[in-house]
Each structure stands twice: as C-alpha cells, then as structure tokens.
Nanobody, 122 residues
Framework: QVQLVESGGGLVQAGGSLRLSCAAS????????MGWFRQAPGNEREFVAA????????YYGESVKGRFTISRDNAKNTVYLQMNSLKPEDTAVYYC???????????????WGQGTQITVSS
C-alpha cells in the first residue's frame, strides 16, 4: 500500500489561492492514479480532481473546474492541488487518495491521507 500525507491547508479569504501537497511513500514503485476529495460537515464526500500516473488524463469535479488544477511530480512522489478563486463553499477537509484507476469514484482508491482542513472566509 501507499502512505499519503497532505499538507498546505489553512485559512484563506474568498478569492484567494492555496496549494495542497500530498506526499506518497511505501509501494510507490507501482504506477498509481491520484485523486483529491473533500468533505464538509454534514455533507457526503465529494470528488474534486484526479489524474493518472502519466498525468495525461485529468478529471475535475464540476464545482471546481476552471479554478483548481491537479498536477504531480513522480520523481518526488508528490501530487499537488492548486486552488484559485476560492469560495466559502470550498471549505472542507481535503483528502488525497491513491489507486489503480483515475476517476471520480472513491472505490477506485485504496489508500487515503488523513486530510487537511481548508477554510475560506467571506
């Protein structure tokens, strides 16, 4: 399995930007897809973005398209989520995940990070 640790969360004003990082360790020699999900209090987990090992295939949730960008540096075993034009409704705990297939379904992923809190103030 792959172990994942997110960083980069915090408090930001609406309209601002943040970049999340997710460092992978463990069985990283296997190619794996990476995804970002988020969960706000009282809400179900929501898909944010995903990409395959090569980075050629990327997916985004409708609510973040055009504002968020997923990228990865395989040499560093790290995936990033650049978040621009943040809105109060982006407030949530953000989780990164690793799995065999990129996509919006959480069952594609078998390793999850502990999550990092993003709070966007209005």
């Amino acid at each position: 399995q792959v172990q994942l640790v997110e960083s980069g969360g915090g408090l930001v004003q609406a309209g601002g930007s943040l970049r999340l990082s997710c460092a992978a360790s463990g069985r990283t020699s296997r190619g794996y897809a990476m995804g970002w999900f988020r969960q706000a209090p009282g809400n179900e987990r929501e898909f944010v973005a995903a990409m395959n090992w090569s980075g050629v295939i990327k997916y985004y949730g409708e609510s973040v398209k055009g504002r968020f960008t997923i990228s990865r540096d395989n040499a560093k075993n790290t995936v990033y989520l650049q978040m621009n034009s943040l809105k109060p409704e982006d407030t949530a705990v953000y989780y990164c995940a690793a799995g065999r297939q990129a996509g919006s379904r959480s069952e594609f992923y078998d390793s999850w990070g502990q999550g990092t809190q993003i709070t966007v103030s209005s």
